[in-house]
Every structure is written in structure tokens, then in C-alpha cells.
């Protein structure tokens, strides 16, 4: 039987970069796990053009269906 696989690849980067938070923005990020939008928006430019560490690269097969 011949079958069409798919296969997905996700890499996973990192970068760490010293930045100033407010006490209010910091305290927010801690309850919600997310900073305000504008900052956020500002903090992914920073990272823009920066070269970013591979950390890890995971293949999976996502589906398998007959030809």
C-alpha cells in the first residue's frame, strides 16, 4: 500500500537580553504570564536581527493517509 507522510519540524531558538521592566509590568508578567502588548511588541523588535542559539529541532509525523 502506498501512503503519503507528512512530517512536521518545529526548531526552537533562544536569545536572553538584559531590558528594563517597570515594577507594575514585572508584577503583571509574574500573575498572567504575559506583559502588556505594547511592550511586548517592543521587546520581539528588539530581537529582531539577533542571532538566536538552536536549542532544540522536533520532527513528528503528523499524518499517514493512502495514496
Given amino acids: 500500500m ?5 512530517m512536521t519540524e518545529v526548531q526552537y531558538y533562544e536569545h536572553t537580553q538584559e531590558m528594563e521592566l517597570t515594577a507594575l509590568e514585572y508584577a503583571t508578567y509574574c500573575k498572567t504570564g504575559r506583559l ?5 511588541l517592543m521587546i520581539k523588535s528588539d530581537f529582531d536581527g539577533v542571532d538566536l542559539g538552536h536549542q532544540v529541532t522536533e520532527q513528528t ?5 493512502p495514496i
Fill in 2 to 6: 502506498k501512503v503519503n507522510i507528512t
Fill in 36 to 40: 502588556p502588548l505594547i511592550k511586548s
Fill in 61 to 65: 509525523i503528523t499524518e499517514i493517509k
